[in-house]
């Protein structure tokens, strides 16, 4: 038993799970592919995602993703090093940008922001960085592309701060950038690691600082005088008025570690993973509606957070993703399914290495697998050994496109409604009504707007419905909470009041301007952008 345990804390210590959250062509496939190199873990580094339209002949996952040549569904990567399990959960980027995006960051203990140094904060950047923020989860940056000019270092600081609000502590920092770019100077080991886009990938080449760090002969020997300047002008500069090295703030998610690199010609990854891995956390413990739940304490147990239909269209069945959060998983064993109050067996569970699928027998903390789902699952679905707990429920985001839908013949309203409520149960989308005038209209909301497309294909091709779809101006939707205020008066030519799919009251808007003048007309609501906020409004309310 004692060994049990100690093997389970093992594993539990040496895992980190991760996403990497960027804005599109920041590098993040490129990076992906490198740090996969590291732990050996992909024979064709160059295959990982169906990489622009090379690959995706060979995906047939869905039909949409074959036609437009991109990854509608993402998947887990994962890798050893140094004794590390790392599991990388991808997050769709482009076209893709979804709910499920944002889905997944709840699923990971920590986050890398890949910043590409020429267009520093990007909006998509901004978005999943909110959501990583209100999880409180630590945020690691890398700053790629700096074998490209691109803004000064400093610059890029400034702008984390001012447009997330996040303070920094650089782990290392560049000479020069470009067609000038000489290295980085890592502060930990007080060493230079010089940059050739020559070298072979992998080699590095260090020079020692020793005692006396940048003012070291060595370096000085190393740099031509003016980089030497710079530098150790710069690093005196972050080492008097720059933030301290804090772990403790590192590991809240209030001071973000900074990496420089190149992702492309993979320098600056080793130098990023090596810290990395010291610094991120093992998976921790979770809420749930009973307390905390320990990975280390309870027995297995873990939740849904993404269900992906027609992977295989071979078979019509979907597949749940489960993010392992406490105890050792086993093939075969017996769980409770807390919703539905039953036990169920987990018989064929897979396992995911870019698209290729393994049936698994066993995982730990911070594992994702993937389960066979004849129509069980439910985004949120907690699975437990022992209890019947639940894990805290995932989020709804402010989708960003609408639609209002009806199906074209009437006639099949049956089959419209199976599909609408299916496909809302996967995630997909957000299913709003509208309650005040006439006859209930039904609005559909994603945050990506490929999703409606991905739903018209899958309402034709899944439940043989034809939809009307007339997309709506609005832009946000926003969950309201208050006294003294009627649905109408939310109601503008700008902005309508719907109810979500628990009843609760939305308003969406068509612009920001009419969003804020709402706001500041009734200070006595409270308007919230995602149901995440809505919930700690009530348990605070409650408390
Ligand atoms: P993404 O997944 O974040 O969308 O980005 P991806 O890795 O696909 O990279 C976007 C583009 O940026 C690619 O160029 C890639 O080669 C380039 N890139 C990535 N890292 C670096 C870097 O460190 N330095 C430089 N200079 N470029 C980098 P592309 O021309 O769009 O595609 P490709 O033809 O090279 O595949």
Known sequence: MGNDRQQLKEQIEKRRTFAIISHPDAGKTTLTEKLLL?????????????????????????????????????????????????????TPGHQDFSEDTYRTLTAADSAVMLIDAAKGVEPQTIKLFEVCR?????????????????????????????????????????????SDFKGIYDRVHQRLELFSAEEAEGKRTFVEGGEEGVESAAIRDALEPSFYEKLCEDVSLLDIAGDPFDPDKILHGQLTPVFFGSAITN?????????????????????????????LETPFSGYIFKIQANMNPAHRDRLAFLRVCSGKFERGMSVHHTRLGKQIKLAQPQQFMAQDRNIIEEAYPGDIIGLFDPGIFQIGDTLCMKGEFQYEKLPDFSPEFFAKVSARNALRHKQFHKGINQLIEEGAIQLYRTFMHGAEELIIGAVGELQFEVFEYRMNAEYGVDLIMQRLPYQFARWVVGDGVTPQQLSSSTSVCVKDGQDRLVVLFENDFAMRWLIDKYPSLSFYKTSYELMEHETNHVK
């Open 134 to 178: 209100m999880r409180g989860i630590p945020i690691f940056t890398f700053i790629n592309k700096m074998d490209r000019q691109g803004k000064e270092p400093l610059e890029l600081l400034e702008e984390l701060e001012e447009v997330l609000g996040i303070r920094s502590h650089p782990m290392n920092w560049p000479v020069g950038m470009g």
């Open 267 to 295: 320098f600056g990854v080793q130098a990023f993973l090596d810290e990395f891995i010291e610094l991120a956390p093992h998976p921790q413990p979770r809420k749930s509606n009973i307390g905390m739940i320990d990975p």
């Open 38 to 90: 590291f732990g050996g873990a992909i024979r064709l580094a160059g295959s990982v995602k169906g990489r622009k339209a090379k690959k995706f002949a060979t995906s047939d996952w869905m039909e949409i993703e074959k036609q437009r040549g991109i990854s509608v569904t993402s998947s887990v990567m994962e890798f050893s090093y140094k004794n590390y399990q790392i599991n990388i959960l991808d």
